[in-house]
Nanobody, 126 residues
Framework: QVQVVESGGGLVQPGGSLRLSCTLS????????TAWFRQAPGKEREVVTA????????IYADPVKGRFTLSRDNSKNTVYLQMNNLEPEDTAVYYC???????????????????WGQGTQVTVST
């Protein structure tokens, strides 16, 4: 069993930055794939970024490439999503998800992940 706890959401003006944190317990990061998904009102949940931590490749959704960065702190078993140059279109509830045994081709699929956090609201507005 893996517990997932997110934090760091809030209200920010366009062009601003936020950093989301996702702390996992019950399994070491190197044995997990983790992802950030987001869901805006009236829209489907979509992947923002994902990675299998035992391997080298991070994937990003096209709308966030060059603005969002995924990183980790092994000592804290925590994954971070640094979000820069935020746009109103980034407004959504952001979810951290974790899973085991994922293959690369499934990293973008919500149903590939077993463990989910409660979500954190990010609002980009003046």
């Amino acid at each position: 069993q893996v517990q997932v706890v997110e934090s760091g959401g809030g209200l920010v003006q366009p062009g601003g930055s936020l950093r989301l944190s996702c702390t996992l317990s019950g399994r070491a990061l190197n044995n997990l794939a983790t992802a950030w998904f987001r869901q805006a009102p009236g829209k489907e949940r979509e992947v923002v970024t994902a990675r299998r931590w035992a391997f080298g490749t991070t994937i990003y959704a096209d709308p966030v490439k060059g603005r969002f960065t995924l990183s980790r702190d092994n000592s804290k078993n925590t994954v971070y999503l640094q979000m820069n140059n935020l746009e109103p279109e980034d407004t959504a509830v952001y979810y951290c998800a974790a899973g085991t045994g994922l293959i690369h081709s499934r990293l973008r699929l919500a149903d590939a992940y077993t463990y989910w956090g409660q979500g954190t609201q990010v609002t980009v507005s003046t």
